[in-house]
């Protein structure tokens, strides 16, 4: 298994997003995201995400961005489904 760790900026969700949509992203890959900002981009990754169920890691609680303030990490918790684990404990321990 492959975990590469993004920080959900534009570009990087996009290149996942295209990777998702032309079924070119192997299972083996499991990507890690912490998102920086609530955005269009954000919201359509994580609906395609949803449509191919292809396993992604989400860090629950993002050290920048839109998403540190509680109103913030509310709707974000809305925005995930069952094929993302949000990830609240530290990297080096997740089994």
């Known amino acids: 298994m492959y975990y ?4 959900g900026k534009q ?5 996942i997003k295209r990777l998702l949509e032309e079924e ?3 299972q083996k890959v499991c990507p890690i995201i912490e998102p920086v900002k609530d955005s269009r981009t954000f919201q359509s ?5 949803q449509k191919q169920k292809h396993p992604i890691y989400v860090i629950e609680n993002p050290q920048s961005g839109q998403f540190l303030t509680e109103s913030g ?3 974000y918790k809305n925005y995930l489904d069952y094929s993302a684990h949000i990830v609240d404990q530290s990297l ?4």
């Not at 570009?11 to 290149?15: E, G, K, S, V, Y």
Request: charged share 30%; aromatic share 16%; glycine share 0%.
């Open 4 to 7: 590469p760790y993004f920080r």
């Open 11 to 15: 570009f990087d969700l996009l290149a």
């Open 24 to 26: 070119r992203l192997s």
């Open 45 to 49: 990754f994580l609906k395609m995400n």
């Open 73 to 75: 990490l509310h709707k």
């Open 92 to 95: 080096d321990v997740i089994e």
